[in-house]
Nanobody, 125 residues
Framework: QVQLVESGGGLVQAGGSLRLSCAAS????????MAWFRQAPGKEREFVAA????????VYADSVKGRYTISRDNAKNTVYLQMSSLKPEDTAVYLC??????????????????WGQGTQVTVSS
């Protein structure tokens, strides 16, 4: 079965950095667009970034553009999210998702086929 396992979350001060990882198994990794979403308490799940199978296309939410970088290592079946200049409003559970599609940057969570359990990111002011 497909598994997506996130890691790398934690507590960081505003202005700091974190790198999240998502290890995938049970799927043909290069055939999937990989994405990161986040969900804060009481809020809807929010698209953060997505990357194509070949890494040729990357899409970011406006709120993270210039601060976050998505990447993937197909040899390791892993997608990363490098986060810098973190702000308190970035605090959320960050979730990895996979979609069997050629369209990169789909923002609707319902269109993603597989999800990880999430990793908590807390940014203190």
């Amino acid at each position: 079965q497909v598994q997506l396992v996130e890691s790398g979350g934690g507590l960081v001060q505003a202005g700091g950095s974190l790198r999240l990882s998502c290890a995938a198994s049970g799927l043909s990794f290069t055939n999937f667009v990989m994405a990161w979403f986040r969900q804060a308490p009481g809020k809807e799940r929010e698209f953060v970034a997505a990357i194509s199978g070949s890494s040729s296309t990357k899409v970011y939410a406006d709120s993270v553009k210039g601060r976050y970088t998505i990447s993937r290592d197909n040899a390791k079946n892993t997608v990363y999210l490098q986060m810098s200049s973190l702000k308190p409003e970035d605090t959320a559970v960050y979730l990895c998702a996979a979609a069997s599609t050629v369209v990169v940057g789909i923002r609707a969570p319902a269109l993603y086929h597989y999800w990880g359990q999430g990793t908590q990111v807390t940014v203190s002011s």
